[in-house]
């Protein structure tokens, strides 16, 4: 698995949009938010219990998240049809503010190293990725586990302070002074 001072794949991904089917696809690269940080947050699958709750978990913090100059990007192995009927489906995905990313030949995800090797879908792995494109921050949950969006956004809020932070630091409160 790619981790901490790896550099992020390259990729080209189909993604959803919206849920006008008029203009809901759109596609996506490495470039497509190129000098502002990257949270990529992989999920196993459309159509399940887990991952929709995480989803909009992270669709309430979007704004902060855009405060920060940081991308969010949600991406199974779903293709982006099923992605576009899941969102029209469930009412919390029907408005979301970021992309649904489909890895459907399963390249990216297998390029970071968390394709699963029984199911051959992506694990629930969240990467935190720098503007220059190096991962700052990687966390894989068991599947029957959703992350946690403020943590998330606590790690950026730390990683874009460049100094040392404390066990719980919050953004605002004072980094680690060496002597």
């Not at 203009?23 to 947050?41: I, P």
């Not at 503010?97 to 879908?121: T, Y």
Request: hydrophobic fraction near 40%; aromatic fraction near 12%; include cysteine.
């Amino acid at each position: 698995m790619l981790t901490i001072a790896d550099r992020f794949p390259a990729f080209r991904l189909k993604g959803v949009v919206s849920s006008d089917v008029a203009s809901a696809f759109q596609d996506f690269d490495e470039r497509s938010a190129a000098g502002k940080w990257g949270v990529f947050f992989f999920y196993p699958k459309d159509f399940t219990f887990v991952c929709p709750t995480e989803i909009a978990g992270f669709a309430k913090l979007e704004g902060a998240f855009r405060e920060r100059d940081a991308q969010l990007y949600a991406v199974s192995t779903d293709s982006e049809f099923v992605h576009l009927a899941w969102r029209k489906d469930h009412e919390s995905l029907r408005e979301l503010p970021f992309p649904m990313l489909s890895d459907l030949r399963r390249d990216l995800s297998a390029a970071l190293g968390i394709l699963d090797p029984h199911e051959k879908v992506a694990q629930r792995a969240t990467f935190v990725v720098d503007p220059e494109g190096v991962i700052r921050f990687v966390s894989v949950n068991d599947g029957s586990v959703g992350r946690n969006p403020d943590e998330v956004l606590r790690v950026l809020d730390a990683l874009q302070t460049d100094e040392l932070c404390p066990c719980n630091w919050k953004k605002g409160q004072e980094t680690l002074r060496v002597a």
